[in-house]
T-cell receptor
């Protein structure tokens, strides 16, 4: 079956530091890949997505590239802010009805 | 545009009691999903609807869980009777369709505590 593995947190960074959150997946066929973010007290929000190999998704300074050869979709941001503190979820959807399979989430804490 | 609406936001019940959660998807979204999110974990799919039809309920524990989506709009998820292990956040999501890569929009969730 499908699975998503992401690095465990919490990840603690100082403001303006570089961020990488690793995500790897196992799936048959050609899944679509997503990063969702959950801010404190709020619901899941789509951060970015990529639907085919070598696509780069980007939003709010975050980006991730769909790497089929390494089955990865790592999330990066060049300079994090305190407001980026949240839980980040990597997810994939396959051809069978677009059902999402999520990783366990990575909590990011950014200190001023 | 209004997002996915869920109610209640919080619910505390005693074990063996029934409980129901309600979801109103984004207008025009034909596909509706219910997910379960345990503490510190990612959401897991319970059931998917295409309009009023439940097209994938393989992960729904049918001995105690039931769901319906009358008229293909609002949906209700019920647990009867609730068990201690059902304490979790129940998330509803909707999307225009179910093509691969279609964005799912999530509601704020209902946090259930079973005592």
């Amino acid at each position: 079956g499908n699975s998503v593995t992401q690095m465990e947190g919490p990840v603690t960074l100082s403001e303006e530091a570089f961020l990488t959150i690793n995500c790897t997946y196992t799936a048959t066929g050609y899944p679509s890949l997503f990063w969702y973010v959950q801010y404190p007290g709020e619901g899941l929000q789509l951060l970015l997505k990529a639907t085919k190999a070598d696509d780069k998704g980007s939003n709010k300074g975050f980006e991730a590239t769909y790497r089929k050869e390494t089955t990865s979709f790592h999330l990066e941001k060049g300079s994090v802010q305190v407001s980026d503190s949240a839980v980040y979820f990597c997810a994939l959807s396959d051809n069978a009805g677009n059902m999402l399979t999520f990783g366990g989430g990575t909590r990011l804490m950014v200190k001023p | 545009e209004a997002g996915v609406v869920q109610s209640p936001r919080y619910k505390i019940i005693e074990k063996k009691q029934p409980v129901a959660f309600w979801c109103n998807p984004i207008s025009g979204h034909n596909t509706l999903y219910w997910y379960l999110q345990n503490l510190g974990q990612g959401p897991e799919l319970l059931i998917r609807y295409e309009n009023e039809e439940a097209v994938d309920d393989s992960q729904l524990p049918k001995d105690r869980f039931s769901a319906e989506r009358l008229k293909g709009v609002d949906s209700t998820l019920k647990i009867q009777p609730a068990e201690l292990g059902d304490s979790a956040v129940y998330l509803c999501a909707s999307s225009l369709g179910s093509d691969r890569g279609e964005t799912q929009y999530f509601g704020p969730g209902t946090r259930l505590l079973v005592l």
